[in-house]
């Protein structure tokens, strides 16, 4: 089992800036890479970006492409999302998860934690 546990949620204005956590414990040698998705009312959940934990290959959605940065910290078994020039179209549950293998979609994720909201005022 692998336990996520996200943090640095909150309000914030849009153009401004957040940065999530994603503390990862238990059997993190399974996990091979890291997604970030987030899942706004009324739609589906999406894939935000990722990070392998060997290589630091990095990948992002077109939407946040920029904006965003995904990093990791491995003697810490953390993982960040670095969000700036935040929009309201970025106001969603931000969910972090553990991948046996670099994907964007979400069913290749083993394992998620419980969800950080972002809501961000315009």
């Known amino acids: 089992q692998v336990q996520l546990v996200e943090s640095g949620g909150g309000l914030v204005q849009a153009g401004g800036s957040l940065r999530l956590s994603c503390a990862a414990s238990g059997r993190t040698f399974r996990s091979y890479g890291m997604g970030w998705f987030r899942q706004a009312p009324g739609k589906e959940r999406e894939f935000v970006a990722s990070i392998t934990w060997n290589t630091g290959v990095t990948r992002y959605a077109d939407s946040v492409k920029g904006r965003f940065t995904i990093s990791k910290y491995n003697a810490k078994n953390t993982v960040y999302l670095q969000m700036n020039s935040l929009t309201s179209d970025d106001t969603a549950v931000y969910y972090c998860?553990?991948?046996?293998?670099?994907?964007?979609?979400?069913?290749?994720?083993?394992?998620w934690g419980q969800g950080t909201q972002v809501t961000v005022s315009s």
């Open positions: 998860a553990s991948s046996s293998w670099s994907s964007s979609k979400p069913t290749d994720y083993d394992y």
